[in-house]
C-alpha cells in the first residue's frame, strides 16, 4: 500500500514563530558609524590633493603660536577701524 505522506503536498513553507524573541535576546542596537569616511569612489586627484593639503597644514607649536598673535592683533585692528567707522557716522555732515 501507498504512504499518504509521500503523496500530500507541503503545506507550511515559513514560519517567523521564534525569530523576534531571538533578535532581542542581544538587544537590537544601531549600526556603528565609520570614524573616518570611506574615500573609494571619490576622485583620485581630489583625495590625493587633500592629503598633501592636509600635510601642508601642520606646523610646529611656535607657529601655531605665531598665528595666535596675528590673529589677535588682526580682531583688534578691525574693533578699531570699527570704532572710528562709528564715530564717523556720528559726526554731523555739514551742508552748503
Known sequence: SRSFSAAM??????????QVY???RNGI???RR??????????CKFVRNQAFAKRGMN????????????EEKKVQERAIRLQELQE????PVSKK
Open 88 to 91: 564717523a557716522a556720528k559726526a
Open 59 to 70: 606646523c610646529t607649536p611656535e607657529e601655531k603660536e605665531a598665528q595666535k598673535k596675528m
Open 9 to 18: 503536498a507541503k503545506s507550511k513553507n515559513h514560519t517567523g514563530n521564534n
Open 22 to 24: 531571538k533578535n532581542h
Open 34 to 43: 565609520p570614524k573616518k569616511m570611506s574615500m573609494q569612489g571619490m576622485n
Open 29 to 31: 542596537k544601531k549600526t
